[in-house]
């Protein structure tokens, strides 16, 4: 291989160098262009953060949802968002048959669902479309934005995840045609 490169008068580390560099342009994120729903506070309660996964084990089964192996159990995974004046605005609430183990391991490190999955080995997972509601939560009547979405594995349903969120303190943003359905002129 030398003997080609300095024939064709090519140093091996300006050829590496370029492979490297066509490597980084490849994998360079381009300028998002926003083709999904987007989610973010209102301008004067901009400052949010998000408390941790938490989870537990749920001592019921749900027959709509796929187990992968038979040592998984039903785990009820958990998470809050609060603004910038620590009021709550965002509750996560998701299912999936998941192996103890490797989520006690990987809970604290993940972003998502989808991401702790992706770390507790479940590969070529899929997200399904969102499902957008208004609900009334029973404790206090208080009406919530929901956001539903299942998560299948080789075209089996894993898990669902519920996203909450107080509409008073976010924006949303549709991009493209919005279809409504179910209205009356």
Known sequence: MRTILSEANISLMKLREHYARSIEKRLEVKERVPYRLSISLKEEKADCRLGPIKWEELRIEDETLHRRKPQEVLIRLYQEGYSGGGEPFYWLDARAYMEKEPLKYHVE?????????????????QVGLNKIHLVQREEDNKILLQIQREITWNDFLLGREIR??????????????????????
Do not use: Q, S, T
């Open 109 to 125: 490190r993940a972003r998502d669902i989808i991401h702790l999955l992706h770390l507790c080995g479940c590969k070529k997972i």
């Open 164 to 185: 909450y969120f107080d509409p008073r303190l976010i924006k949303i943003v549709v991009p493209g045609d919005v279809l409504l359905e179910g209205l009356k002129k």
